[in-house]
């Protein structure tokens, strides 16, 4: 692994991350999306590192190898790791890459505090008008009734991968994201077997509060942003990711056809060369790491 493993704590939660350590002056940070982990997203970490950039890349709260808590309000949580993480480590010439909620996580990051930021570049982003933020203020969200009642004690690690495997939710994942999300995403537990790490009421309560003023943060986005998205996306219509994009001319908006919301673990390779042709000089312009 291309990566060290290291802590930080905030708000009296041990945070974990991983940092390559590379001497560069661009900076990637990943964030995932809800119940998933860092290490989910290797590939990625990997391609960049060969690239010479510095890569860190955060386990969000409740996530993976981090702490969690449920006490919280809305995904400014999220955002506010990233920023604390940012600060831990002094970052700046930062390139967001991030996936669902880690994109929007990132987005208001970037929002917030854009002097650190060079560009995000946003996988599906969960950017949701203000109906449906409406809607899951008051009502249960479907999809947070279903994260609810997910399975999450199994016997084993490799217990729960032959079971997850044959679910259509994990069948075209790669073996390298696969293998990422059974090392963190599972935990031992104290009954015996081991347990999601992201508790079924922690992602649900994730599904179901993005937060009603998320419409406004965004709207202050001067950083550049290079949306990547399925054709149709359920999380991020396209038209509020062009309303987005045109608040800064090098921003840019990719639909794919085929390709679904996990597609950062089912259709890797095609991904990232989409990341290595976006514009912004995002990458070193030189012979790549073997």
């Given amino acids: 692994m291309l990566a060290v493993k290291k802590n930080f704590l905030w708000r009296d939660l041990r945070l974990t991350y991983y940092d390559n350590e590379l001497n560069s002056e661009r900076v990637w940070l990943l964030a995932h999306a ?5 290490l989910c997203y290797r590939f990625y970490w990997n391609k960049l590192h060969r690239s010479g950039v510095r890569v860190v890349a955060l386990d969000f709260a409740g996530h993976g190898f981090s702490e969690g808590t449920l006490k919280f309000r809305n995904w400014n949580f999220y955002r506010d790791q990233l920023a604390a993480l940012a600060e831990h480590l002094s970052l700046r ?3 967001g890459l991030g996936h669902s909620m880690g994109g929007a996580s990132l987005l208001r990051f970037a929002a917030h505090k854009p002097e650190h930021f060079t560009a995000v570049v946003a996988l599906d982003p969960t950017l949701l008008y203000w109906p449906a933020l409406l809607y899951m203020a008051i009502l249960p969200a479907p999809i947070a009734v279903r994260a609810r009642q997910r399975r999450s004690l ?5 217990k729960a991968g032959k079971i ?4 259509p939710s994990f069948a075209a994942w ?10 963190a ?3 031992d537990s104290p009954n015996g077997g081991v347990e999601l790490s992201c508790s ?12 009603m003023l998320s419409l406004r943060q965004y709207s202050r986005l001067k950083t550049p942003v290079h949306f990547i998205l399925p054709d149709p996306s359920d999380v991020c219509p396209v038209a509020r990711a062009r309303q987005l994009a045109r608040k800064n001319p090098q921003s840019t908006v990719q639909q794919l056809k085929n390709f679904g919301h996990l597609f950062p673990f089912t259709r890797q390779e095609e991904t990232w060369q989409l990341i290595t042709k ?3 000089d995002l990458l070193p312009h030189r012979r790549r790491r073997r």
């Fill in 154 to 158: 199994f016997e084993s690690r490799q």
């Fill in 34 to 38: 809800n119940g998933y982990a860092a």
């Fill in 200 to 211: 079924p009421e922690l992602e649900a309560k994730n599904f179901q509060s993005p937060g």
């Fill in 278 to 280: 976006l514009p912004g």
């Fill in 174 to 183: 790669s073996d390298e994201a696969f293998a990422g999300y059974l090392e």
């Fill in 185 to 187: 995403c599972f935990r």
């Fill in 164 to 167: 997850l495997r044959r679910t």
């Fill in 93 to 95: 010439n930062i390139v």
